[in-house]
């Protein structure tokens, strides 16, 4: 009985193994979704598309903080985030800094659906200029490249470029950046 048990079991799982194509070595992003960014790293460059077409580039706001915010429209989380993080950067967008001039929100949205992602950032009142996405939903290469696997989620980036803290929300980011006031 142990033995037959014990028998069914690997065959079965031989079974199951042989019909299961293998995802990794047919899809690079999966191996992307490996990346992972953390405190004390340069910020990988991010280059999307905002809601009128434009590529905007992490890059382009180098000299000022900048949080990093991924986020989608169907997030609840997220949304209920929002007004936290819209309420910071009105507050801290114009302060000076130690280690930026200023400070910015480069939003990457892990939506699908252009309207849908579109109607968030006006429902929400997502001042900001810079909001991007390249609509490809969890499969989107900034959430891989950043190793993101859930949202929301944020990264604060110095003016040089390096990543100073992550994963900060509502009193935590404002905490940190009341830290680096001038």
């Known amino acids: 009985m142990k ?24 899809r690079p992003d999966i191996a992307l979704q490996l990346a992972n960014v953390n405190v004390g790293d ?8 905002n809601p009128n077409g434009d590529i905007m580039k992490l890059s382009d706001l180098r000299g000022k903080v900048v949080l990093i915010d991924f ?4 997030c609840g989380p997220c949304r209920m985030e929002n007004p936290n993080v ?4 009105t507050e801290y967008k114009d302060k000076k800094y130690t280690a930026g001039k200023g400070f910015e929100i480069y939003s990457v949205s892990l939506d699908q659906a252009k309207d849908r ?3 968030a950032i006006e429902k929400d009142g997502l001042v900001w200029a810079n909001h991007v996405s390249d609509l490809r939903g969890w499969k989107a290469q900034g959430a891989a490249l950043y190793g993101v696997n ?13 990543v100073i803290a992550k994963g900060l ?3 935590q980011l404002e905490a940190a950046l009341k830290s680096l006031l001038k």
């Open 3 to 26: 033995y037959t048990f014990l028998s069914l079991l690997i065959v079965s799982s031989l079974v199951w193994t042989a019909a299961t194509p293998s995802e990794t070595s047919l």
């Open 42 to 49: 340069q910020a990988p460059e991010l280059a999307y598309q």
């Open 71 to 74: 986020w989608a429209s169907w």
């Open 86 to 89: 819209v309420r910071i950067y």
């Open 117 to 119: 992602w579109v109607q």
């Open 150 to 162: 859930a949202i929301p989620m944020t990264f604060l980036v110095d003016g040089n470029g390096k």
């Open 169 to 171: 929300r509502g009193a």
